[in-house]
């Protein structure tokens, strides 16, 4: 499976089906990591076991996104770059414990993914696509997972389909009107669409949620200047 161009792993696109069967392939030997195949074979609090395993290994691949290296964290595992171990990570993760949130996370890794990542599909795709499957997987689980919808909402708005993105943030904040995030990417798809002062109520609750968020401020700005909206505009 190597990449004979760089000698390394490279990242394995999985569609969701295929990644939660990949902890029963793993840890299906007792001669392979002996410890885990035993602690997840015992019967005993096999739940407990699985959710704490999940967690470590997401915790792991956390370590590894905010700048730890492979060999930082006393791993040994050669032939592999940071970005396919942190994919890997959050494979066995799912397929361990396939919540909704774990779905939403292997998604957002899976989006940060180049447009040409995913040649080993069926079909070559990008990891944006494979994404949306792992998104819509997370909402079948929890269709009111805040981080989930606004996820799913930004995708669609990337992928030119507004109209569903508004559906999507809409929904949303009708389950959680104070979630910032949702607020600003709802905003953002108003403007885009021509729409400059539907947006500013939305920018304008962001901004009073959450004072930082700087996105919010641009967005604002940008929208007020659109509708010649000079009000309290020393402040911006």
């Known amino acids: 499976m190597l990449d004979p161009t760089t000698g390394t792993l490279p990242n394995v696109v999985l569609f969701p089906d295929q990644a939660q069967m990949l902890s029963?392939?793993?840890?299906?030997?007792?001669h392979t990591t002996s410890d885990v195949w035993a602690a997840l074979h015992s019967g005993q609090s096999t739940y407990e076991v699985k959710t704490a395993t999940s967690?470590?290994?997401?915790?792991?691949?956390?370590?590894?996104?905010?700048?730890?290296?492979?060999?930082?964290?006393?791993?040994d595992i050669p032939h592999c770059s940071n970005d396919a171990l942190?994919?890997?990570?959050?494979?066995?993760?799912?397929?361990?414990?396939?919540?909704?949130?774990?779905?939403?996370?292997?998604?957002?890794?899976?989006c940060g993914m180049s447009s040409n990542a995913a040649q080993n599909t069926?079909?070559?795709?990008?990891g944006r696509d494979v994404a949306r499957l792992y998104y819509e997987k997370g909402l079948q689980i929890d269709p009111t997972h805040p981080h989930l919808l606004s996820n799913f909402g930004s995708l669609l708005k990337?992928?030119?389909?507004?109209?569903?993105a508004v559906g999507v943030f809409n929904h949303a904040l009708q389950l959680h009107p104070e979630l910032d995030i949702a607020l600003v990417n709802m905003a953002n798809t108003?403007?885009?669409?021509?729409?400059?002062?539907d947006a500013v109520p939305y920018y304008l609750?962001?901004?009073?949620?959450?004072?930082?968020?700087?996105?919010?401020y641009c967005g604002l700005s940008m929208s007020m200047n659109a509708i010649c909206n000079w009000t309290a505009r020393g402040n911006l």
């Open 24 to 30: 029963a392939v793993v840890f299906a030997s007792p």
């Open 55 to 75: 967690s470590a290994l997401l915790t792991l691949a956390r370590r590894i996104q905010e700048g730890a290296s492979i060999a930082d964290l006393g791993l």
């Open 86 to 110: 942190v994919l890997l990570l959050h494979y066995l993760a799912l397929s361990l414990f396939p919540s909704a949130s774990a779905f939403n996370d292997t998604g957002v890794v899976l």
């Open 122 to 126: 069926p079909r070559v795709v990008s």
């Open 158 to 164: 990337d992928a030119g389909h507004n109209t569903s």
């Open 190 to 197: 108003l403007k885009d669409m021509g729409r400059p002062a």
């Open 205 to 216: 609750k962001a901004v009073t949620i959450n004072p930082g968020l700087v996105d919010a």
